[in-house]
C-alpha cells in the first residue's frame, strides 16, 4: 500500500512559479513510476509528466518546457517545478503511482493523491 500527500499549490499570478511535492509512504515508492495530473473544472483530469524510479522523464507535449518533474527515492518525494505558469494552469494536481511507465500515461494508476488546488490569475 502506498499513500501520497500533495503539497505546494496555491494563488499565484501569471509568470509565476510553484513547486508541488508528493510524500509518499511506504518503502515501496522506489518500485513505482511517478506521475503528475490535473483537472481544470468541467473538464477530464489530463496527464502531465511521469519519471522512472530511474529518472527517466516523459512529459505531455504541452508541457515540455515549463513543467520539470524530479524525485528523491531516499525521501520518498516526487516534485513538480512548474515555471511561467499561465491561467490555463488552473487545475486540482494529483500525484499518481503505478507500476509501468505505460500505465502512468495511460491513467492506469495504482494509487492517487488528494490532490492540491493550483490557481494562477491574469
Known amino acids: 500500500q502506498v499513500q501520497l500527500v500533495e503539497s505546494g499549490g496555491g494563488l499565484v499570478q501569471a509568470g509565476a512559479s510553484l513547486r508541488l511535492s508528493c510524500a509518499a509512504s511506504?518503502?515501496?515508492?522506489?518500485?513505482?513510476?511517478m506521475g503528475w495530473f490535473r483537472q481544470a473544472p468541467g473538464k477530464e483530469r489530463e496527464f502531465v509528466a511521469a519519471i522512472r524510479r530511474s529518472g527517466w522523464t516523459y512529459y505531455a507535449d504541452s508541457e515540455k518546457g515549463r513543467f520539470t518533474i524530479s524525485r528523491d527515492n531516499a525521501k520518498n518525494t516526487v516534485y513538480l517545478q512548474m515555471n511561467s505558469l499561465k491561467p490555463e494552469d488552473t487545475a486540482v494536481y494529483y500525484c499518481a503511482a503505478a507500476t509501468r511507465l505505460g500505465f502512468v500515461v495511460a491513467g492506469r494508476i495504482d494509487y492517487w493523491g488528494q490532490g492540491t488546488q493550483v490557481t494562477v490569475s491574469s
Open positions: 511506504g518503502r515501496t515508492f522506489r518500485n513505482y513510476v
